[in-house]
């Protein structure tokens, strides 16, 4: 079905995400009174807008979008390369075309522009990769980002001929957000998805995110497949942190005297103090991305183990001394 300009594009927006639970925004340009209209159903969790300094500075996306972003419990980003405008129901379906969150884009409120949008509802999983790699190279706005961009605004002083410019930068350390965890099952599943032997929808949408999260390459055997995700999980810079906080941390109920261990309530205490949550392609409780962070870790690492010595009590250690499998 087509959505038109003066006839029924907003009207097909807001049924969009009315119908979805957990929709994803992007928008080079937004407007926040014509999101709003669009959202009074509360279904958008994650917003990714454009916001280039002149695009601030000239008012065709509005800065105040990021406290409604809070208020809302909306995880914003900025992507300065973005010119997409689409609506992603975080699973198979997109609608998508040429109108930005504004109103003269899809809000057709006086002069309004000529635009046009469409559904697509069983988008593939190459698709899927591709607007998970959008999500996983935009910035996530802190305060401290908002209030940059602010500043950076208020200096500016007409006439000006070049706009500064604010780049989105690659994926820092400087915080740690959820969504850099794994969220496949296992390994050995992530390449039966990557190879099409699986394709249940949930878990391809979470395999799609691995892939992008971990750049892994396509067209490669298991072996190679395995190496080059080992290689990139190990060197992640969240695994290495968790990683080395694990080591370092003695639990006096441990296995050995020479292990170090962390029980369920510390980790997730750590997860409480070190990140940020974010909406992710499995809606699951805390304590099911830390199975998942588990059982990754020790399939990659040979000085990791964990188990289950009670209940919702999941342990994971460090042993110093170990034979190597592989």
């Not at 917003?47 to 809070?70: A, M, N, P, Q, T």
């Not at 410019?165 to 390449?191: G, H, K, W």
């Amino acid at each position: 079905m087509l959505y038109k300009s003066g006839v029924n594009l907003e009207q097909g927006a807001v049924s969009f995400v009315e119908n979805n639970s957990d929709v994803i925004l992007f928008s080079a340009y937004l407007k926040l009174d014509a999101l709003k209209r669009l959202n009074e159903s509360g279904n958008i969790k994650q917003i990714i807008v454009r916001w280039g300094i002149e695009d601030l500075y000239k008012e065709v996306s509005d800065i105040e979008l990021y406290h409604y972003c809070l208020k809302n419990k909306i995880v914003l980003y900025r992507n300065t390369r973005i010119h997409l405008k689409a609506f992603w129901d975080n699973n198979k379906s997109v609608l998508l075309g040429s109108a930005n969150i504004t109103n003269k884009g899809i809000g057709e409120k006086g002069n309004f522009n000529f635009e046009l949008n469409g559904i697509i509802n069983n988008i593939s999983f190459d698709d899927q990769s591709y607007l998970n790699k959008i999500i996983l190279e935009s910035e996530y706005v802190t305060k401290r980002l908002f209030v940059k961009l602010k500043e950076t605004i208020g200096q500016i002083v007409l006439p000006i001929m070049d706009f500064p410019r604010l780049p989105t930068p690659p994926p820092t350390v400087d915080y740690f957000l959820i969504n850099q965890l794994p969220m496949t099952s296992s390994a050995e599943l992530l390449y039966e998805i990557y190879k099409g032997d699986k394709s249940d929808d949930t878990e391809m949408n979470c395999a799609s995110h691995d892939l992008e999260l971990y750049n892994i390459s396509t067209g490669l055997q298991k072996k190679e497949f395995l190496a080059q995700l080992k290689n990139n999980f190990n060197n992640h810079p969240f695994i290495s942190e968790f990683k080395e906080t694990v080591k370092n941390t003695k639990d006096t109920r441990g296995r050995s005297e020479r292990d170090s261990s962390m029980r369920f309530g510390a980790v997730r205490n750590w997860f409480a103090e070190n990140t940020t949550t974010v909406p992710t392609p499995r809606s699951y409780e805390l304590s099911n991305y830390i199975v998942i962070l588990y059982t990754w870790i020790c399939y990659f690492d040979d000085d990791f183990t964990w188990d289950v010595p009670g209940a919702r009590s999941e342990v994971i250690y460090y042993i110093k001394e170990t034979k190597k499998k592989m």
